[in-house]
């Protein structure tokens, strides 16, 4: 390997922030340097990869097909940058703060509980924590940028180690007004006639539902609304006129207390595991090992 032609963090940041900001003129402001500067960096990279990185099109910089190539690595190299110094500045802390990163119905149903309970049980540490895709959060976790997540979908990466948390079923549910809240049993085909509030389709309970539905191949359903939260769908199952398939640790409250109806499918049924996965590189941190303790009591 040439390492005499390794390109400089700085340039990197560079070309990003030109990318980023739009311009020259805008990078070289945010980064506080002059124009030239920031011309000379990017230059020093067309050096380095033997060809333009940016082509002005229109009166405009945009990236080349090189520069497109060179751009993603700036951004990974960058934020793996920004992880080191994180874990370095962890270390010196004597390692006392979690990064923690859930997926949108997990976090949004028990998130604010265990924030709490571990903050009274460990005043000493530190939990910092984020809701996201499942799709967004294992490339954090392989690349160090997180401690810890909590998942609806395994990721498949040789760098992370995944544990099975708790069983979990996406159920069929509706408003207690609803016209087939009183029914004990529906059969499957008869799930494309009703009218449907589901989550977005990125969302991991969405990805389950369609390919259970895909399986059985039934038609496609009847969706009015699509949202982002499942809180919000519970919210708007309750006026009675749309059913949804949510988790049911999301709704068994509402099940219980009688405002919600869990609505019982023949021969059709979406079972499901949640995860705990950790960067195998960090499998002896102390906050995490305390927080995965409490996820298991």
């Not at 038609?219 to 519970?234: C, P, Q, R, Y």
């Not at 949804?244 to 999301?250: D, E, G, K, V």
């Not at 949640?274 to 941190?285: K, P, Q, V």
């Amino acid at each position: 390997m040439e390492y005499s032609k390794l390109p400089d963090l700085t340039a990197l940041v560079t070309l990003k922030e030109v990318v980023e900001r739009g311009g020259v003129n805008e990078a070289a402001g945010l980064l506080n340097v002059g124009q030239p500067a920031v011309t000379k960096r990017l230059r020093a990279l067309d050096v380095i990869y033997d060809t333009h990185l940016m082509e002005r099109v229109g009166g405009r910089l945009q990236l080349t097909e090189t520069g497109k190539q060179v751009y993603q690595y700036a951004v990974q190299a960058i934020e793996s940058h920004v992880a080191l110094e994180k874990n370095l500045a962890n270390h010196k802390l004597g390692r006392r703060t979690l990064r923690l990163e859930v997926t949108m119905a997990i976090g949004e149903h028990f998130l604010s509980e265990w924030l709490v309970n571990f903050a009274d049980s460990h005043p000493e540490y530190r939990v910092e924590s984020r809701l996201a895709y499942g799709r967004v959060i294992e490339p954090h976790l392989a690349t160090g940028q997180i401690d810890l997540a909590v998942l609806e979908n395994a990721p498949d990466h040789p760098d992370i180690l995944v544990q099975q948390w708790r069983q979990d079923e996406i159920v069929l549910i509706c408003g207690a007004n609803h016209p087939i809240a009183g029914q004990e049993l529906l059969l499957k085909e008869e799930l494309p006639a009703l009218t449907y509030v589901l989550r977005e389709k990125n969302a991991a309970i969405r990805e389950h539902m369609d390919n259970a539905i895909a399986t059985e191949g039934l038609k496609d359903l009847n969706i009015s609304m699509e949202v982002g939260s499942t809180a919000a769908i519970i919210d708007i199952l309750l006026r009675g006129r749309h059913v949804s398939f949510l988790p049911w640790f999301a709704i068994a409250a509402h099940v219980q207390a009688g405002s919600l109806v869990y609505i019982p499918v023949s021969h059709f049924r979406i079972l499901r595991t949640l995860w705990i996965a950790r960067n195998r590189m960090h499998l002896h941190h102390p906050v995490a090992e305390a927080f995965i303790s409490m996820l298991r009591e």
